[in-house]
């Protein structure tokens, strides 16, 4: 099991830019596959990003590809979420998500993820 922790999150306006962090304690980090779910009032909770173990390979939600980055620093346990362009609908309470699983395929659903932090709420004024 990983505890995790997200930062990072505020109050912006549309256009600006948030880098959200989320570190990692207890089990070796490097051994999971991360990811960033989001969840809006009243909507389901939805994928936003993945990032393999090593960091080398990454997969984004149609929603957020070319405006969204994920990244990982293993030396130093945490994910990171950079944030560009941000629009309205992007307001949700933002939570990381750490796998073991791995394999060729990528892990797009929440329960395929084992541990989860407390989230961070965005909120995107227009």
Do not use: H
């Not at 933002?94 to 796998?99: F, I, K, M, R």
């Not at 395929?105 to 989230?119: A, H, I, P, S, V």
């Amino acid at each position: 099991q990983v505890q995790l922790v997200e930062s990072g999150g505020g109050l912006v306006q549309a256009g600006d830019s948030l880098r959200l962090s989320c570190a990692a304690s207890g089990r070796t980090f490097s051994a999971y596959s991360m990811g960033w779910f989001r969840q809006a009032p009243g909507k389901e909770r939805e994928f936003v990003a993945t990032i393999r173990r090593t960091g080398g390979s990454t997969y984004y939600a149609d929603a957020v590809k070319g405006r969204f980055t994920i990244s990982r620093d293993n030396a130093k346990n945490t994910v990171y979420l950079q944030m560009n362009s941000l629009k309205p609908e992007d307001t949700a309470v933002y939570y990381c998500a750490a796998t073991v699983r791995f394999g060729s395929r990528w892990y797009l659903k929440d329960y395929e993820y084992d541990d989860w932090g407390q989230g961070t709420q965005v909120t995107v004024s227009s």
